[in-house]
C-alpha cells in the first residue's frame, strides 16, 4: 500500500507538469520530484525499467538520453503508456514506447547527439508500479560528439542543476560498484547531502574478493539517508530479452545469498528502493503534510 497523501498529490503534479510541457516550457514551479543522476553507463536506465517492469527506454553508447524524460507511474488496472505530444493515443507495445522517445527526442535536438531542456512527458499506468514521479536527466559526458557543443559536459551540469538545486527534490544518485565512489560523478553533483539517496548498481560485477559493505552501510562516504544496493540484467541478459521478473528475482537471491550482503538484504535490492520513494518520513494527515515530511530533515 503506498502512502495516500502522495496519492492524491501527484495528479496535481501530473497537470502541473502536463501544462508545462504542453507550451514547451520546463516546469520551474518547485513540485516534488525524484530526479535520477548518473554519469553514462551507470545503470540509470536499468533502475527505472525495473520500476516499471518493462524494456522501453532507449539504449546505445553515448549520450542516450538527450532530454529529461518526466517519468510519471500510475498504478491502474490495466497497463499501457501515453505521452503528453501524443494525446488520445494508448500504447501497449513498449517497444513503440522506446520508438517514440527516441523520434520525439530528434523532433527537438535532432539524429546527431544534440542536448535540449525541454522535457518529455511519459507516463504509465499499470498494476505493477508504485505511484512515483521520477526524471531521467542526461548522463554527464566530458567528450563532444556529433553536434554536440564544446561545452555539452557544462551544458548537461547545468541541466541537471535546474531540478537537483529545488527543495522539493529528491536525488537518486546512481553509482556503479565497480566504480571509484569518491569520483562519482553523480555523488559530486548532488552536494545537497540531505536530500540524496545513493543507489549502487552493478555490485554483482565487482572484482573478486571485493565488496561494497562500508558504502551500503553508509560508512564511507555517509549520506544522510543512506544507500540502496541494487542489481540489474547485464548487456548480455537485455540482448536475450530476459524477463524483468526472472531478474528481479535474480537481485533477490544475490541479496539473500551473499556474504557481504546478506545480514541487510532485506534493506537492498529494487523492491526496498521503491518503496522508500513511495513512503514519506512520518505519517501525514494532509497532502501538503505528506510532502513536507516526505523531505522533512528532523526525523
Known amino acids: 500500500m503506498g502512502n495516500r497523501g502522495m496519492e492524491d498529490l501527484i495528479p496535481l503534479v501530473n497537470k502541473l507538469q502536463d501544462a508545462f510541457s504542453g507550451i514547451g516550457q520546463s ?4 513540485l516534488p520530484q525524484i530526479a535520477v543522476v548518473g554519469g553514462q553507463s551507470a545503470g540509470k536506465s536499468s533502475v527505472l525499467e525495473n520500476f516499471v517492469g518493462r524494456d522501453f527506454l532507449p539504449r546505445g553508447s553515448g549520450i542516450v538520453t538527450r532530454r ?23 500504447f501497449t507495445d513498449f517497444d513503440e514506447v522506446r520508438q517514440e522517445i527516441e523520434a520525439e527526442t530528434d523532433r527537438i535536438t535532432g539524429a546527431n547527439k ?73 555523488l559530486k553533483l548532488s552536494a545537497w ?29 555517509p549520506l544522510r539517508r543512506g ?19 526472472m531478474a528481479m528475482a535474480a537481485e533477490r537471491k544475490f541479496f539473500l545469498t551473499h556474504p557481504a550482503y546478506r545480514h541487510m538484504a532485506e534493506k537492498m535490492g529494487t523492491p526496498c528502493l521503491q518503496k522508500v520513494l513511495n513512503q514519506p518520513r512520518s505519517t501525514a494527515s494532509s497532502t501538503s503534510d505528506s510532502l513536507s515530511n516526505w523531505l522533512r530533515l528532523d526525523s
Request: charged fraction near 25%; glycine fraction near 6%.
Open 27 to 30: 516546469c520551474n514551479l518547485d
Open 68 to 90: 529529461p524524460l518526466v517519468l510519471q507511474l500510475i498504478s491502474a488496472n490495466a497497463e499501457w503508456a501515453e505521452f503528453l505530444h501524443c494525446k488520445g493515443k494508448k
Open 114 to 186: 544534440g542536448i535540449s531542456p525541454v522535457p518529455i512527458n511519459l507516463r504509465v499506468y499499470s498494476p505493477h508500479v508504485l505511484n512515483l514521479t521520477l526524471i531521467d536527466l542526461p548522463g554527464i559526458t566530458k567528450v563532444p560528439v556529433g553536434d554536440q557543443p564544446a561545452d555539452i559536459e557544462q551544458q548537461i551540469r547545468d541541466m541537471i542543476m535546474q531540478f537537483i538545486c529545488r527543495e522539493s527534490c529528491l536525488i537518486l544518485a546512481v553509482t556503479p560498484a565497480n566504480s571509484d565512489l569518491a569520483n562519482s560523478d553523480a
Open 193 to 221: 547531502n540531505v536530500r540524496t539517496i545513493g543507489v549502487i548498481t552493478k555490485l554483482d560485477l565487482m572484482d573478486e574478493g571485493t565488496d561494497a559493505r562500508e558504502v551500503l552501510e553508509n560508512k564511507l562516504l
Open 227 to 245: 544507500y540502496i544496493g541494487v542489481v540489474n540484467r547485464s548487456q548480455k541478459d537485455i540482448d536475450g530479452k530476459k524477463d524483468i521478473k
